[in-house]
């Protein structure tokens, strides 16, 4: 995964005339707003589709679990961290678990779940700032995990990066979703892919969370078409992504050519954009 950058302040010329789709379901109108100032068409594709709180399960899990004691917490999002702790408090087990997750030993990845921990006045062993699984990997691969009982809170799907790390490590592993993900409907998507790989409308693809990448990779796996829509994003029409965790999630999808800014705002990520179409 790399940074396509260019120099100079984006033009008119660079997104003049291209024609770009958005997978968001929020913020859309100003997104296009931005687009159409310098020139550009567009379409809102969402492909965000439903994350449902799940909180009967996780509750269980929880109170079932604090018969026991983990060795590990991964905190992966500000809300997820929130949502336990809120799940826990309407329990009645909110002070047993803080104890449970005081007494183990936590890695978290971004700035947001670091946040909700230390509001809280839980230390943390390992942090990956950037907020990617790619960096929180490595830095935990410095742990031997042979046996170790963690917890991995994520929200909306499972990363099967991470999982497949520590259970290769022979760690025994509970993923947490205090939130679930539906994906669109796959007919929705379809439509997306016929326009994107058979009539070719698109000249960029902007995406704002790693749901919507999932959602559209997920259904193109399905229906055959993952390797030639990786193609096309090679080629002619460009991905786009807001930040460094949603371009994460198209990397590990195998695109190679990724456009993102240093910081994740849906403006820059506009700006950032037009920078790469003028200079191509």
């Known amino acids: 995964m ?31 707003a931005l ?35 983990p060795d590990w917490f991964i905190f992966t999002t500000g809300i997820g961290v929130q949502t336990l702790l809120a799940f826990a408090e309407e329990a009645g087990v909110k002070e047993a678990f803080l104890k449970q997750v005081r007494s183990a030993r936590i890695a978290v990845r971004g700035y947001k779940a670091k946040n909700a921990l230390l509001k809280e006045n839980i230390a943390m062993d390992i942090v ?3 907020g990617t699984t790619a960096q ?14 963690v917890i991995v809170q994520q929200y909306g799907l499972p ?39 058979e009539k070719k409308e698109y000249d960029a693809v902007c995406f704002t969370t790693a749901l919507q ?3 559209l990779f997920a259904r193109a796996s399905e229906t055959g078409r993952h390797e030639q829509l990786l193609h096309m994003f090679a080629g002619p029409t460009v991905a786009c992504a807001v930040g460094k965790v949603t371009a994460e999630a198209l990397s590990e999808e195998g695109v190679k050519r990724i456009v993102y800014p240093e910081k994740e705002r849906m403006g820059a990520m506009i700006v950032e954009l037009g920078k790469f179409l003028e200079a191509r």
């Open 128 to 130: 990956s700032e950037d």
């Open 159 to 197: 990363s099967p990066t991470l999982e497949q790390f520590l259970t290769e490590g022979k760690a025994v592993v509970s993923t947490w979703l205090p939130y679930i993900h539906y994906a669109p409907k796959g007919e929705t998507i379809d439509l997306f892919l016929e326009e994107l790989l």
């Open 213 to 215: 990448v999932k959602a």
């Open 136 to 149: 929180l990997v490595e830095q935990l691969k410095e742990i031997d995990w042979n046996g170790q009982k």
């Open 2 to 32: 790399k940074i396509v950058k260019s120099k100079g302040v984006a033009q008119m010329g660079g997104l003049a005339g291209k024609h770009v789709a958005l997978t968001a379901s929020r913020k859309t109108e100003e997104m296009e």
């Open 35 to 69: 687009l159409h100032k310098q020139g550009a068409t567009s379409a809102v594709r969402s492909l965000q589709g439903t994350v449902i709180q799940d909180q009967e399960t996780v509750t269980e899990a929880i109170t079932s679990g604090l018969a026991t004691q």
